[in-house]
Structure formats: structure tokens, C-alpha cells
């Protein structure tokens, strides 16, 4: 079992920067592939990022490639998302998932999430 809480939501102006972070508890010695999705209003749950909980190997999705970047700090068990250059369509709740399985946590299908964390970009 693992537990995720997401933090570092919140409101900024389009341009600025956020990161957020999701903390892992639980039986957190396995290897797990870590992942950000976005839930954008009126829109499909998008991923966006993964990485290794050892921080070995990570991916980003196209389209946010160069502005968000995905990291983990593996004493903390964390996985971190740094956003910068933010736009008004970055708008929705963000959310860490887990699970031992690359294809599945990609897809969406990882056992493991968080509850989410807001994020508000305004224009």
C-alpha cells in the first residue's frame, strides 16, 4: 500500500511558476513509477509527467516539455513538478499517481493516487 499527498497549489498570473510536490508513505522500499496528471475542467485526466521513485529514468509529456520538469528526491520520498512559464490552459487539479507498472500509471490506471492539488492560472 501507498499513501500520496500532493501540495504546492495554488493561484498565480500566467508567466509565473509553481511547483508542486507529492510526499509517498507507506511501503514506499518498492519501485514505483511516480506520475503527474492534469484534470482540466470540461477535459480529459492528462499525464503529464513520470519518473522512477529512485529518480533513475523520467519522461515528460510533449506538449508541456520545456516549461514543467518532473524530479524526485528519494530520502524525502518525494516526486516534485516544477511548472514555469504557466498558461491560463495549465487551469485545473493536479494529481501524483503510482504504481509499479510504466504502462499503467502513464494510462491512468495506476492503483495509487492523491487526492489532488489546485492549480489557477489566470490570464
Known amino acids: 500500500q501507498l499513501q500520496l499527498v500532493e501540495s504546492g497549489g495554488g493561484s498565480v498570473q500566467a508567466g509565473g511558476s509553481l511547483r508542486l510536490s507529492c510526499v509517498a508513505s507507506?511501503?514506499?522500499?518498492?519501485?514505483?513509477?511516480m506520475a503527474w496528471f492534469r484534470q482540466s475542467p470540461g477535459k480529459e485526466r492528462q499525464w503529464l509527467a513520470v519518473i522512477t521513485n529512485s529518480a533513475t529514468a523520467s519522461d515528460v509529456w510533449d506538449s508541456v516539455r520545456g516549461r514543467f520538469t518532473i524530479s524526485a528526491d528519494t530520502a524525502k520520498n518525494e516526486v516534485n513538478l516544477q511548472m514555469n512559464n504557466l498558461e491560463s490552459e495549465d487551469t485545473g487539479i493536479y494529481f501524483c499517481a503510482a504504481d509499479t507498472d510504466r504502462s499503467a500509471v502513464i494510462m491512468g490506471r495506476g492503483r495509487y493516487w492523491g487526492q489532488g492539488t489546485q492549480v489557477t492560472v489566470s490570464s
Open positions: 507507506g511501503d514506499v522500499r518498492r519501485h514505483y513509477f
